[in-house]
């Protein structure tokens, strides 16, 4: 089996990063993770991927004068490497539209929210104040405007009455943890589909109960 070339951009902890490790790690997942890119030099993905002997590239944000140059920094390194899939995890910067252009369709992320609610920063402190009773995850291919794009997956947890922002954000991590690998396989293999602004997914299962929260 033919497998997918993919690279992760992470700025952090790298933590969904390892998971994608750990499944490409399996004879039969159809991806391999070639590069890992991070744009900060502390982070934790960083010795991650070396640790599992993949290639790690640093590319300072900092020290260009421009995002488009920035950008095309970390396309020559994508290009070079011959990778077919971008995966963003925890990667904590808003690329050009020229960029996510050139790599339309073969550039995913996961977003800590059900997507379209709560874009952007602090979504687990905006959903408990929003009182939602669902919360969770979304994979989904990048477009221009932040957090915006055709959805692949989703993983949702429920809002228990005591949670604060750190319980929250622990059981949405669990999930995406579950969720980012399912999503990169989907694509890998060739299965999910952009049509318009939806994601078809060939041969899927789907839930067909519904889900109370609370349960009476």
Not at 124 to 142: M, N, Q, S, Y
Request: include cysteine.
């Amino acid at each position: 089996m033919a497998r997918v070339k993919t690279a992760v951009l992470v700025s952090g902890r790298g933590s969904n990063l390892q998971t994608l490790i750990d499944a490409c790690a399996a004879s039969d997942y159809p991806g391999e993770i070639a590069l890992v890119i991070s744009n900060e030099p502390g982070a934790q993905g960083m010795a991650r991927a070396t640790a599992a002997g993949i290639p790690a590239k640093l590319i300072e944000h900092r020290k260009f004068a421009t995002r488009e140059a920035f950008d095309a920094a970390i396309d020559r390194e994508l290009r070079t490497a011959e990778v077919d899939l971008v995966c963003l995890a925890g990667f904590m910067r808003l690329l050009t539209p020229g960029f996510v252009e050139a790599w339309r369709d073969r550039l995913i992320n996961i977003h800590p929210a059900l997507l379209p609610a709560f874009p952007g920063l602090n979504t687990h402190a905006r959903a408990l104040e929003a009182g939602v009773r669902w919360h969770g995850c979304t994979v989904h291919f990048v477009r221009p405007e932040m957090d915006h794009g055709p959805i692949i997956m989703q993983a949702v947890v429920p809002v228990m009455p005591g949670d604060d922002v750190d319980s929250l954000a622990a059981r949405v991590l669990d999930a995406e943890h579950h969720c980012y690998p399912r999503a990169l396989r989907l694509v890998a293999e060739g299965r999910a589909r952009v049509s318009g602004n939806r994601v078809l997914i060939d041969g899927a299962d789907w839930p067909s109960a519904v889900s109370f929260s609370p349960q009476d």
